[in-house]
């Protein structure tokens, strides 16, 4: 009985540390599809018929006066991380996977070009 509650033991902990670095592995794979630098046209034309479900532009006084306070927040970290300023965002959802839907953000600079991009659960 112990070696089968030793192997659900490990089973659960590999599925678990799995899970939590998923985000961070789709985030990577997503900037391998859409690296830096790729113009906002060919995103458009790689998700298609598919139009962002959310798009915003900066506002004059910067991410810090946007109404919304978790875009304001998103937005500021992705400046930091980046190093880079963000003009606009736009989100897509869609199904990835089997079973799960997902956002995928897209942070563009003044030349219309990739600055970032972020994969996120859609439930989040």
């Known amino acids: 009985m112990k070696p089968i509650l030793a ?58 006066a946007y109404q919304d306070q978790y875009i ?4 500021k970290n992705v400046e930091v991380t980046s190093g880079k300023k963000v003009d606009s965002v736009d989100r897509y959802w869609g199904p990835d996977g089997w079973l799960s839907l997902c956002y995928c953000w897209y942070f563009y600079g003044s030349d219309e070009k990739i600055v970032d991009v972020e994969w996120q659960y859609k439930s989040d």
């Open 72 to 75: 304001s927040k998103k937005l």
């Open 7 to 64: 192997i659900i033991v490990l089973v659960c902990l590999t599925i678990t540390g799995c899970v939590s670095h998923y985000p961070a592995n789709r985030t990577a794979r997503l900037r391998q599809i859409y690296p830096p630098g790729m113009p906002r046209q060919e995103v458009q034309t790689k998700w298609g018929k598919i139009k962002p479900e959310f798009s915003a532009v900066r506002p004059p006084d910067g991410w810090e």
